[in-house]
């Protein structure tokens, strides 16, 4: 290759980093603390020990260096730069591979260097940039308004979340819609071009007619696709239809995939089909079994093939669709087969393919919906059998989940209650602020300009893809390694290579390959040389994270909202994929680093986007070290240039109400840097701190900033906790193209991820101060009962002195806390007296030497057990991958004790499903971990050296989605409550891994051993086994799983087994037959249930007066209920008289066997058996 060429490549910009570099931690705990458990102590030094073999910007920085000082100038234009063919090795050592958003240029001669002349080392002066006369390009700061609800709300571009149309009388007590997933355009800023994005929109019907717009697909070509027969109520909006539902009434949906079909239906995103579910079919694995192996490539695998030849693909059976969807309601009680969980997904109607939905796709048992595989359509029902709260539905599509929502498959929905409505009643501590402004954040990466790609991301496919303004997305694993590089680093490295790892990922099915670039004649002791080998990665493979580099709100990038000075509720939700949000409010500065005050400063001077009030003043001192030092130092806010803004009042969180409200100042991040303690390096203070997927619902009260422009600002390091400077940007930041980061930002334009948004506070009469006093005193207990927590929450099951002023109880701070040496715990509980409950061990790894995939070595992420009675020196920890044998089993808590409350009652036993987890996280990130059907209440965190950490005010109540941060353990109550629904359910059925083949091996212990190899799969008790492919009863199937969605799609997701009891069979009758010995008793019943597994008889004796197991034996029936079921007890020449009774039995849970005398005589998984309630006694009467 020609060193111009390299130059070009190693100078270019490259944006995103990946959280596995970024995760250095500033200070560790240097040892135990006093009596620290020797088990904890042995984690946490080989923990310390691997976090020290972590690569950090330094070293990259110095192996950027180390290259410059070889052979490199700066370049001054890309006039060398090519673009990659497709398929084509990327350059992992000598290119970023990683695309930002237009970004702005200089106005050279001749026009065309603007884009590159922000390259130019000449522009900038030691400190700010010094600006030729004109820039050009990029994206401006603020320019474009806040969408809001409905089409009253549209902003300057036309966009606006619309409201569904509810139709009532389809289905009479429930509200019914008709929606669908389509493609289409959308300009999401005035600086892009229209975005091709995938997201739901209300159908038209008679009932509901709305609009009537022809709906149609954009195809990737810019043309459009009518879809004859069908129209919109409104047009497709990004983040819309958001539905408004109330408690206890069902919402009913009939969901239609639109999307293209064929050639049309491939995704312009790049699809890594080596992520579970994402690629083969189990027809495309034996297709594969009976190729040449020479004929394979494992650096572009099945599946990965574009255009027509993908499109055969999916028409021969080989490989899954790119076009397959879902709808998930995140955070609802929904019953499983509504769930939309991961195996629930449907292609459109006339894709050509053998696999056109999912194994679990069951439809609504009264609803208009076939059940045929090929119509497109699947149903669902959402009993909002909870309280109050935000949530959101959104794609689960097995294998492209994270695709598919950040292609726009999400949107909002609203649930209201009646102590909701008390509240905004007139007389209300909420009176006037209805239900809220959705603030729905995200981040984006747009492709930018074939220019600037060429720079950053030349294997970007555009025709592929898509070209200038659409989505993008990391494509491309770059390690952080370079072995050749004298001290192993890459600088453009962005994760873990776990063959080039300590120690090294063992029985990798692919390793590392020859390096088509290396040059053997090239001396690395005189030039920057290529190394001789590269990862054997598929050319076009996910990483493990994606930060994007714009935020966008309700689908604008940085928007603009206006307000009154006067209290607004806020309804926030984190959608982005994988970045945190610490969110507070500060007073901006204009171009001359004046405070945004019209009263003082009415004129405030604008920066070259013509925009005034665009920043947030940074510590200046703060600024010139993050030159130097951009890993250690984070720029905070200049308070006295930018003084803090109004505080947050949370009121709820994804859970709904708190049980009191929670004043959350605005704060910048603060790290734990005490070494003396187990969690140094976790996030220690912070504002309104939101992970992905949680919801916070807020007052801020702007009756004391009339005239004032205020920031939304987030600090929150990316990854999180601990940052890498490439993923964090904000104004004047550090030059970070040499190590694949960005130049420093200019004054009003992005990238920058912290102003997500503008607030300008009209300069009127402001509004009396907010009454936070009477709000407080709402949610207190109230001596009838009906304080908002008590009143409006399911009881808490965990005593805790926090809930004290909820329920007027008198918990101690003691109460309910879990220590970090306990392996059980008794705690209060609301109907008096204690429980004592054993606590389930959970575990959490990530990015370290186990956590890494065995087929090409990339990082991944995973939930397990611990083993029971963990301790030192042994084999604690055990990882699952998501096609694994169900662990978690758990038993379906009936809502309100009987089969038709919807009244949630106090625990009182220890024996009704309830669960306590203690989490233990031995990784590096902070996860949040999402439950599907249930909530949690997170109790407490506590460290390994025994320090406990009560929940944040904001996590108080019920959670759906937990942080979990490293070196900790996290201790949450779980009731696994069942919805209540007019019709019975099958239990889910299915193979472990659908996309393979019944009767593979899906882990064979046996010949790894055999072979010296490392072994992977284990029980939950640490005995080795051989997993088979083979069908399980997942009962009512749930998942839980990381939100951030590049970890959940690489493994951090497993199985959840709830066990649901059958119903009683009916009309058991029994005839006698026969005389003397050849006496027999016939027993008949119906089978009135959906999920039995098998049937028990009990016999009575009249003369011993007891019942007795007589037989228990399979079902045969399946789902199917109504049908006779037969039984024969011979009893012979008897004087006894017997009577008789059955019942249905549902055993949940992986019943294989699993003894292998080569490997162990017990393994085995969890079960759990379920029994119905007994049907009628009939009697042997001759």
Not at 339 to 363: L, M
Request: aromatic residues 10%.
């Amino acid at each position: 290759m020609k060193p111009s060429r390299l130059l070009v490549r190693l100078l270019a910009v490259v944006m995103l980093v990946s959280l596995v570099l970024s995760v250095g931690v500033p200070a560790v705990a240097q040892g135990p603390g006093p009596g620290q458990d020797p088990y904890y102590e042995a984690k946490l030094a080989a923990w310390k020990a691997k976090q020290e073999q972590r690569i950090t910007h330094a070293d990259r920085q110095a192996a950027a260096d180390r290259a410059r000082a070889a052979d490199f100038s700066v370049a001054a234009a890309p006039a060398t730069a090519q673009a990659a063919l497709p398929g084509e090795a990327p350059r992992y050592f000598s290119h970023p591979n990683y695309a930002n958003s237009p970004l702005p240029g200089y106005s050279l001669e001749p026009p065309l260097a603007a884009l590159y002349s922000l390259y130019l080392p000449l522009v900038f002066a030691d400190g700010w940039p010094v600006a030729p006369p004109a820039i050009v390009g990029g994206i401006r700061k603020f320019v474009d308004g806040l969408p809001g609800l409905g089409a009253t709300a549209a902003n300057n571009l036309g966009q606006y979340l619309p409201v569904a149309v509810a139709d009532t009388t389809t289905y009479p007590g429930s509200d019914y819609y008709e929606i669908a997933l389509v493609q289409y355009r959308e300009q999401l800023h005035s600086d892009l071009p229209p975005t091709l994005l995938r997201g739901y929109v209300q159908v038209s019907t008679s009932v509901v007619p709305g609009e009537h717009v022809q709906l149609t697909n954009a195809l990737m070509d810019g043309t459009e696709q009518v879809l004859t027969g069908f129209f919109g109520v409104t047009p497709p909006h990004y983040l819309g239809p958001t539905i408004v539902a109330e408690k206890d009434r069902p919402v009913r949906i009939k969901f239609y995939n639109l999307l293209p079909t064929g050639v049309g239906g491939n995704l312009f995103l790049p699809v890594d089909v080596t992520v579970m579910g994402a690629g083969m079919t189990p027809a495309g694995y034996e297709a594969m079994e009976m190729m040449d192996p020479t004929m394979l490539d494992p650096l572009n695998p099945m599946c990965s093939e574009s255009g027509l030849d993908k499109a055969m693909m999916v028409a021969m059976g080989h490989c899954f669709s790119e076009n397959r969807a879902t709808v998930h309601l995140h955070g609802g009680i929904s019953p499983w087969i509504t769930d939309g969980t991961p195996h629930q997904w449907v292609t459109p109607a006339n894709e050509d393919t053998p696999y056109p939905q999912g194994v679990s796709v069951v439809p609504v048992p009264d609803m208009d919906d076939s059940g045929d595989p090929d119509d497109g359509i699947m149903t669902f029902y959402y009993t909002n059998q909870q309280s109050a709260r935000l949530m959101f539905y959104h794609d689960h599509a097995w294998g492209i989940t994270r695709l598919n929502v950040y292609g726009g498959e999400a949107a909002g929905y609203l649930l209201t209650d009646d102590t909701e409505q008390a509240l905004l009643a007139p007389g209300g501590p909420m009176e006037g602020l209805g239900l809220g402004i959705p603030l729905v954040i995200q981040d984006k990466t747009f492709v930018p300009s074939t220019e600037q790609l060429l720079l950053q991301d030349e294997t970007w496919d555009t025709e592929r893809w898509g070209g200038l303004g659409n989505l993008w997305l990391p494509h491309v694993y770059s390690p952080a390694q370079n072995p050749g590089d004298i001290e192993g680093v890459n600088q453009f490295g962005r994760w873990m290579y776990g063959p080039w790892f300590w120690p090294p990922t063992e029985g990798v099915d692919h390793g590392p390959v020859p390096n088509p670039y290396y040059d053997p004649t090239c001396n690395p002791d005189v030039q920057w040389c290529e190394p001789e080998m590269m990862p054997g990665t598929p050319f076009n493979s996910m990483g493990m994270e994606a930060f994007m580099d714009t935020p966008v709100v309700n689908g604008t990038a940085y928007p603009v909202l206006e307000v009154e000075p006067k209290a607004y509720r806020f309804r926030i939700l984190n959608a982005a994929n994988d970045r945190f949000f610490n969110l507070s409010l500060f007073q901006a500065v204009d171009g001359n680093g004046n405070p945004c005050d019209l009263n003082a400063n009415p004129t405030p001077a604008a920066e070259s986007t013509g925009v005034a009030c665009t920043e947030v003043a940074l510590n200046a001192a703060e600024v010139l070290a993050a030159k130097d030092d951009p890993f250690v130092v984070f720029p905070t806010p200049d308070e006295a240039l930018s003084p803090k803004g109004p505080d947050w009042v949370m009121i709820a969180s994804e859970g709904g109400f708190l049980p009191a409200p929670a004043v959350i100042p605005a704060q910048h991040t603060t790290w734990v840097n005490d070494p003396t303690v187990f969690n140094a390096g976790n996030v220690d203070q912070h504002s309104l701190l939101i992970a992905p997927a949680e919801r916070a619902d807020v007052i801020v009260d702007f009756s004391q900033f009339a005239g004032k422009t205020l920031i939304l600002y987030n600090d929150a390091p990316a990854a999180f906790p601990a940052r890498d400077p490439r993923y964090d940007y904000y104004t004047d930041s550090a030059d970070l193209t040499d190590v694949g980061g960005v130049p420093p930002t200019l004054p009003g334009y992005g990238p920058n991820t912290l102003t997500i948004m503008q607030i300008r506070v009209a300069n009127t009469t402001p509004a009396a101060p907010y009454d936070l006093a009477a709000l407080e005193a709402a949610f207190m207990h109230q001596t009838d009962g009906s304080g908002v927590f008590e009143s409006g929450q399911n009881p808490i099951i965990v005593g805790q002195s926090a809930y004290n002023s909820a329920y007027g109880t008198a918990f101690t701070g003691l109460s309910g806390i879990v220590q970090i040496f306990e392996k059980s715990k008794t705690f209060p509980i609301l109907a008096g007296g204690t429980l004592t409950f054993p606590l389930q061990p959970k575990q959490i790894q990530d990015e370290m030497g186990e956590a890494f995939e065995h087929e090409y070595g990339r990082m991944s992420g995973f939930l397990g057990v611990e083993t029971p009675n963990a301790q030192a020196g042994l084999q604690n920890m055990i990882l699952y991958p998501f096609s694994a044998p169900p662990v978690e089993v758990l038993k379906g808590v009936v809502m309100g004790g009987t089969a038709t409350s919807l009244e949630v009652t106090p625990i009182v036993a220890n024996d009704d499903g309830t669960q306590i987890w203690k989490i233990t996280h031995n990784g590096v990130d902070t996860h949040p971990i999402h439950v599907h059907l249930y909530e949690v209440q997170l109790l407490n965190r506590v460290g390994w050296d025994g320090i406990v950490r009560r929940p944040h005010p904001s996590e108080l109540g019920w959670k759906d989605t937990v942080r979990i941060s490293p070196l900790e353990d996290t201790i949450v109550a779980l009731r696994p409550i069942l919805p209540h629904i007019p019709w019975d359910l099958p239990n889910s059925v299915r193979l472990i891994d659908p996309s393979m083949p019944e009767g593979v091996y899906l882990a064979n212990t046996t010949l790894q051993e055999s072979l010296g190899m490392p072994v992977f799969a284990f029980d939950p008790t640490g005995e080795p086994i051989d997993v088979i492919n083979h069908v399980v009863n997942y009962g009512w199937e749930y998942v839980w799983h990381c939100h951030i969605l590049s970890h959940e799609e690489m493994d951090m997701m497993r199985p959840q087994a709830v066990a649901v009891a059958p119903l009683a069979p009916t009309n058991l009758q029994a005839t006698v037959t026969g005389v003397g010995a050849g006496r027999q008793v016939t027993l008949t019943w119906n089978d009135a249930s959906m999920n039995e597994t098998g049937w028990r008889i009990e016999r009575y004796s009249t003369l011993s007066m007891a019942w007795t197991e007589l037989v228990v034996f399979d079902s045969t029936t399946g789902p199917d209920v109504g049908g006779q079921i037969g039984f024969v007890d011979p009893i012979g020449d008897t004087a006894d008289t017997f009577l008789y009774r059955v019942q249905g039995v549902n055993v949940v849970g992986d019943t294989w066997d699993y003894s292998d005398p080569n490997l162990n005589e017990g393994a085995g998984f969890p079960t759990i058996t379920m029994v119905s309630e007994w049907s009628n006694v009939a009697a042997h009467i001759e």
